[in-house]
């Protein structure tokens, strides 16, 4: 059993920043990636950024140059810092991890964490 606790949402300002953060424990051999992915109301779960286990990391298009994803390897955990931030990333926002435990390969997922971006 692997589980991913989430912190860092919240209500912040437009223009404002916020910090996520993601700790992946329980059975895990190894982790091969992990990632954030938000949920706005009436909208299909969306990708916001990715890393690897080596360093390599993706960004949807709407985020790049404002979010930056992080991670530390040894204690299994993911960071996003939110910088800049636009009504319209209010959401939902779930980490994600791609995980080998002893005896199978899965992905998954945290309970999630509300970002809202009003004034």
């Known amino acids: 059993q692997v589980q991913l606790v989430e912190s860092g949402g919240g209500l912040v300002q437009p223009g404002g920043s916020l910090r996520l953060s993601c700790a992946a424990s329980?059975?895990?051999?190894?982790?091969?990636?992990m990632g954030w992915y938000r949920q706005a109301p009436g909208k299909q779960r969306e990708l916001v950024a990715t890393?690897?286990?080596?360093?390599?990391?993706n960004y949807a298009d709407s985020v790049k140059g404002r979010f930056t994803i992080s991670g530390d390897n040894a204690e299994n955990t993911v960071y996003l810092q939110m910088n800049a931030l636009k009504p319209e990333d209010t959401a939902v926002y779930y980490c994600n991890a791609g995980v080998q435990t002893t005896t199978v390969s899965l992905n998954y997922w945290g309970q999630g964490t509300q970002i809202t971006v009003s004034s």
């Open positions: 329980g059975n895990i051999f190894s982790i091969y990636a």
């Open positions: 890393i690897t286990s080596g360093g390599s990391t």
